[in-house]
């Protein structure tokens, strides 16, 4: 398999990560617990990253989605693994990969109120700005990126490359 070309180091990455995280501790320093939800898989690499530096108290937990036919179209994302934990008067921090059609984040932060939040904001380290179809307010946000297929730190090709540490991106070629 190819490799990546560098879209986004893994000390910009890290340097941001920490911005983010002074963020966050700065808004919740007051907050009896912060409920942080990560969106499986591609969330994970960031989420662990991102927590690590975060000094106020967490709990954690996960969602899965799917698309029905894996494609995007409005209104069918699906949950495959739903919350363990109640999240009624909670303040909840969802934490995300990449905001692309929005749809996921949509239903998933649409859910997250349905059900009681205290409060909801939403963490995504990348912003594909011009791929999105329905609007989705980002909180904290990494990076805005380009209209480009991008792998890495999270992100897969067909479940590959998840691992790699820095931001990639397949040339078409490849
Ligand atoms: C990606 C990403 C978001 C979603 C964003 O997950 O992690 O959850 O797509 O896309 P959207 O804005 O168009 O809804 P994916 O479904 O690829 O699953 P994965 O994280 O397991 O790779």
């Known amino acids: 398999m190819p490799t990546p070309s560098t879209l986004i180091s893994e000390t910009d990455l890290q340097n941001r990560i920490d911005e983010i995280a002074g963020e966050i501790n700065r808004d919740y320093a007051d907050s009896d617990l912060l409920i942080c939800v990560g969106v499986l898989k591609g969330s994970v690499f960031f989420m662990v990253d991102l927590l690590k530096r975060v000094t106020a108290p967490v709990a954690v937990d996960f969602f899965q989605t799917a698309s029905y036919g894996g494609a995007k ?81 999270g992100l897969d090709y067909d479940e590959r490359y998840r691992n790699l540490p820095y931001i990639g991106v397949l040339e078409e070629e490849q």
């Open 73 to 153: 179209v409005p209104g069918e994302v699906r949950i495959r693994k739903d919350l363990d934990l109640s999240i009624r008067g909670r303040d909840v921090l969802l934490i995300e990969d990449i905001v692309d059609t929005g749809y996921t984040l949509r239903t998933i932060l649409d859910l997250l109120r349905f059900r009681g939040a205290k409060s909801v904001k939403l963490c995504a380290l990348l912003d594909k700005v011009e791929a999105r179809e329905v609007e989705v307010p980002i909180d904290y946000r990494g990076f805005p990126i380009e209209n480009v297929f991008v792998v890495g730190y």
